[in-house]
């Protein structure tokens, strides 16, 4: 079983378009994250839920909207698509934001295009 | 605030030599520290990690990291490396609020 899944894999899509990403965790993690993978491989943290409540948001342009319906689920949504979105987004989960929490587990990555 | 140093963007190594990738970290308090491996066109899997205690960890896949407080250093090893341990590297460091900072990264290639 897919611990954490993310829908689509790829995602190929024009400027200018509204998109979103689907993340779920079938762990019973309390923590949820979304992360971007640039060209070059640097990760950075974008934003982090703890029990659908938003506890991290870094500087991210507010095109980029997180929703979460559920502790099970993390959803991205990004709007008016520009060419610097392309790269690879993680979604990733733990059991909490605690001390001992911060073990993440990763889905797979969705690869974002944008043309 | 934290961050972390991966010294070495690229490392290459032959098969069955030994290897040691570094990592150098920054943070106030007692930190938590990771070390994450990507493979091509895959998610990130944990490897080991330290909270407390023995300052030698071991980890999957036969690797094993050692934390140093006097250096700030939680570096990576394996006595042989395999063909398939070619990868991405990332050392990151984890924080009391949850928010795990990761390094930039080192690829590893493994020559046969």
């Known amino acids: 079983d897919t611990a954490v899944s993310q829908t689509p894999k790829y995602l190929v899509t024009q400027m200018g378009n509204d998109k979103s990403i689907k993340c779920e965790q079938n762990?019973?993690?309390?923590?949820m994250y979304w992360y971007k993978q640039d060209s070059k491989k640097f990760l950075k943290i974008m934003f982090s839920?703890?029990?659908?409540?938003?506890?991290i948001n870094e500087t991210v342009p507010n095109r980029f909207s997180p929703k979460s319906p559920d502790k099970a689920h993390l959803n991205l949504h990004i709007n008016s698509l520009e060419l610097g979105d392309s790269a690879v987004y993680f979604c990733?989960?733990?059991?909490?934001?605690?001390?001992?929490?911060?073990?993440?587990?990763f889905g797979q990555g969705t690869r974002l295009t944008v043309v | 605030a934290q961050s972390v140093t991966q010294p070495d963007i690229h490392i290459t190594v032959s098969e069955g030599a030994s290897l040691e990738l570094r990592c150098n970290y920054s943070?106030?308090?007692?930190?938590?520290l990771f070390w994450y491996v990507q493979s091509p066109g895959q998610g990130l899997q944990l490897l080991l990690k330290y909270f407390s205690g023995d300052t030698l960890v071991q980890g999957i896949k036969g690797f094993e990291a050692e934390f140093k407080r006097s250096q700030s250093s939680f570096n990576l090893r394996k006595p042989s490396v395999h063909w398939s341990d070619a990868a991405e590297y990332f050392c990151?460091?984890?924080?009391?609020?949850?928010?795990?900072?990761f390094g930039d990264g080192t690829t590893l290639t493994v020559k046969p």
């Open positions: 943070y106030g308090a007692t930190p938590y």
């Open positions: 990733a989960s733990s059991q909490g934001p605690g001390i001992s929490n911060t073990e993440a587990f």
């Open positions: 990151a460091v984890g924080t009391n609020a949850g928010k795990s900072t």
């Open positions: 839920y703890n029990n659908k409540e938003l506890i």
């Open positions: 762990l019973g993690h309390d923590t």
